[in-house]
């Protein structure tokens, strides 16, 4: 579905004349800021044609139920803005109260028109992510996939590593490169699961992190004024004189001496052989996890960081990597922290049991939910992550949890759905759409 100024006022129309019903998923991008690959325009609506077909594909999402959205706010992009074969709104991007006045039209007509549809943000640029959580997530059925599905994902493997290297979350030290949306979003949410399941509370695992930002290390007296997601995580036992020396990834690392290396920062290989060596002489199993895509955008090659530490690493990627051969003839295959382990699971949870609105909570439950789900043979092997070819199981397990999370919250709006876990992962399990192909067609031909 196209959205655009133009149509400012007929949002409602245009979805009521698609002529879809019992809508469960819609994915919403203005191509701001696609991957690695920034403002796209409406260039970037690929994105939730992709979400959506993941959707269906690993949740069993019903792909008449399923629908992508771009909504054309133009583009900062001059080779966009030049080019008389690019289809979108050929305009600067729109004004914040422009901007925002579309984006209440679109949520308003979903709600009106849909009523029990998910809505999904995806790859909305920094200056309005943060703020278009805040403005929208108490009110209706939505999430962000960047601050709240990566956050997810990658605290559920984060939690796994930690197991694996007998290190407590007090007791690492997380050198964070990039401090935008997902960098924040992975912050919070390892701080949260890491409360639930290590029994402290999540500002003492706030401060175990270090976020490096264009400017090096985020603090509280480096002199200049933060964006308002960044002051959470500002370290506050820096002085001046200390932040004036911290001012690159290389730097920081020197200072901190992390044991855990997260990379988010999209602009490509910066975790080099010197750092990583260095996370390696503080702890015997560092936790390494060059997470930008796509793969140009990674902060390491794992091959390497696995040559780097003889093996020792534990590392998940954002992008797939192949497995590495060590001289020793052991084989280690990397994991790949992908959103895809965790939004099919929430939307299909979340359009079973509809709430009014999503709380973390239901966030955190599909973290440990995945969590749980890596069995002790993966995690000997190395494995952060269960197999992602069980992905409709995986799905089927998050929805689950995310349903019995929203129970207990009080916030299921389907009381017909089963309390009990089994018995409700039967009724999940039904739900799931699988395609139906016959075996044998016949096609006649009349001549």
Same mark, same amino acid.
């Given at each position: 579905?196209?959205?655009?100024?133009?149509?400012?006022?007929?949002?409602?129309?245009?979805?009521?004349?698609?002529?879809?019903?019992?809508?469960?998923?819609?994915?919403?991008?203005?191509?701001?800021?696609?991957?690695?690959?920034?403002?796209?325009?409406?260039?970037?609506?690929?994105?939730?044609?992709?979400?959506?077909?993941?959707? =269906? %594909?690993?949740?069993?999402?019903?792909?008449?139920?399923?629908?992508?959205?771009?909504?054309?706010?133009?583009?900062?992009? +001059?080779?966009?803005?030049?080019?008389?074969?690019?289809?979108?709104?050929?305009?600067?991007?729109?004004?914040?109260?422009?901007?925002?006045?579309?984006?209440?039209?679109?949520?308003?007509?979903?709600?009106?028109?849909?009523?029990?549809?998910?809505?999904?943000?995806?790859?909305?640029?920094?200056?309005?992510?943060?703020?278009?959580?805040?403005?929208?997530?108490?009110?209706?059925?939505?999430?962000?996939?960047?601050?709240?599905?990566?956050?997810?994902?990658?605290?559920?493997?984060?939690? /796994?590593?930690?197991?694996?290297? /007998?290190?407590?979350? !007090?007791?690492?030290? =997380?050198? !964070?490169?990039?401090?935008?949306?997902?960098? !924040?979003?992975?912050?919070? /949410?390892?701080?949260?699961?890491?409360?639930? $399941?290590?029994?402290?509370?999540?500002?003492?695992?706030?401060?175990?992190?270090?976020? =490096?930002?264009?400017?090096?290390?985020?603090?509280?007296?480096?002199?200049?004024?933060?964006?308002?997601?960044?002051?959470?995580?500002?370290?506050?036992?820096?002085?001046?004189?200390?932040?004036?020396?911290?001012?690159?990834? $290389?730097?920081?690392?020197?200072? =901190?001496?992390?044991? %855990?290396?997260?990379?988010?920062?999209?602009?490509?290989?910066?975790?080099?052989?010197?750092?990583?060596?260095?996370?390696?002489?503080?702890?015997?199993?560092?936790?390494?996890?060059?997470?930008?895509?796509?793969?140009?955008?990674?902060?390491?090659?794992?091959?390497?960081?696995?040559?780097?530490?003889?093996?020792?690493?534990?590392?998940?990627?954002?992008?797939?990597?192949?497995?590495?051969?060590?001289?020793?003839?052991?084989? $280690?295959?990397?994991?790949?922290?992908? /959103?895809?382990?965790?939004?099919?699971?929430?939307?299909?949870?979340?359009?079973?049991?509809?709430?009014?609105?999503?709380?973390?909570?239901?966030?955190?439950?599909?973290?440990?939910?995945?969590?749980? $789900?890596?069995?002790?043979?993966?995690?000997?092997?190395?494995?952060?992550?269960?197999?992602?070819?069980?992905?409709?199981?995986?799905?089927?397990?998050?929805?689950?949890?995310?349903?019995?999370?929203?129970?207990?919250?009080?916030?299921?709006?389907?009381?017909?759905?089963?309390? +009990?876990?089994?018995?409700?992962?039967?009724?999940?399990?039904?739900?799931?759409?699988?395609?139906?192909?016959?075996?044998?067609?016949?096609?006649?031909?009349?001549?």
């Amino acid at each position: 579905m196209y959205l655009s100024k133009h149509m400012k006022g007929q949002f409602a129309h245009v979805m009521k004349d698609m002529h879809y019903h019992d809508v469960e998923i819609i994915v919403i991008t203005d191509g701001s800021r696609i991957l690695g690959l920034g403002d796209l325009g409406s260039n970037g609506v690929g994105i939730s044609i992709g979400k959506t077909s993941l959707y =269906v %594909a690993g949740a069993g999402i019903h792909p008449m139920r399923a629908i992508p959205v771009v909504m054309d706010c133009g583009t900062n992009t +001059e080779k966009y803005l030049t080019d008389k074969n690019y289809l979108g709104t050929r305009e600067k991007r729109l004004a914040d109260e422009t901007f925002y006045s579309l984006m209440d039209e679109f949520m308003e007509g979903v709600k009106e028109v849909w009523p029990t549809a998910v809505i999904q943000f995806e790859d909305f640029s920094n200056n309005h992510c943060f703020d278009m959580l805040e403005r929208y997530q108490n009110k209706y059925r939505c999430f962000n996939d960047d601050i709240q599905g990566t956050g997810a994902v990658v605290a559920a493997g984060f939690m /796994n590593a930690i197991r694996i290297s /007998n290190l407590p979350p !007090v007791q690492q030290r =997380v050198v !964070v490169f990039g401090a935008g949306s997902a960098a !924040v979003g992975v912050c919070t /949410n390892i701080a949260k699961l890491g409360a639930r $399941l290590y029994n402290t509370s999540v500002e003492e695992v706030m401060k175990i992190f270090y976020l =490096v930002d264009t400017k090096g290390l985020v603090t509280t007296t480096r002199g200049d004024k933060l964006a308002a997601h960044k002051v959470p995580f500002a370290r506050t036992d820096v002085t001046e004189e200390q932040s004036k020396t911290l001012t690159d990834l $290389l730097s920081v690392v020197k200072f =901190v001496k992390p044991t %855990a290396l997260l990379g988010l920062g999209g602009v490509g290989p910066v975790f080099t052989e010197e750092i990583v060596k260095i996370a390696a002489a503080a702890t015997p199993r560092p936790i390494i996890f060059p997470l930008s895509n796509p793969t140009s955008k990674s902060e390491c090659i794992p091959e390497d960081a696995y040559k780097w530490t003889d093996g020792k690493a534990l590392i998940a990627s954002g992008s797939p990597f192949p497995s590495t051969t060590l001289s020793d003839g052991r084989v $280690l295959t990397p994991s790949q922290g992908n /959103n895809l382990y965790v939004f099919p699971g929430i939307g299909l949870g979340c359009a079973m049991c509809m709430p009014d609105h999503i709380p973390d909570e239901l966030l955190i439950a599909a973290s440990a939910s995945l969590n749980t $789900l890596t069995l002790p043979e993966h995690l000997e092997a190395g494995m952060l992550y269960p197999p992602l070819k069980d992905i409709h199981a995986i799905s089927a397990n998050i929805a689950t949890d995310v349903i019995l999370e929203a129970m207990r919250l009080g916030i299921n709006k389907a009381p017909e759905l089963p309390t +009990e876990r089994a018995a409700l992962m039967e009724v999940v399990k039904s739900r799931q759409w699988v395609p139906h192909y016959p075996e044998d067609i016949v096609i006649e031909v009349n001549e």
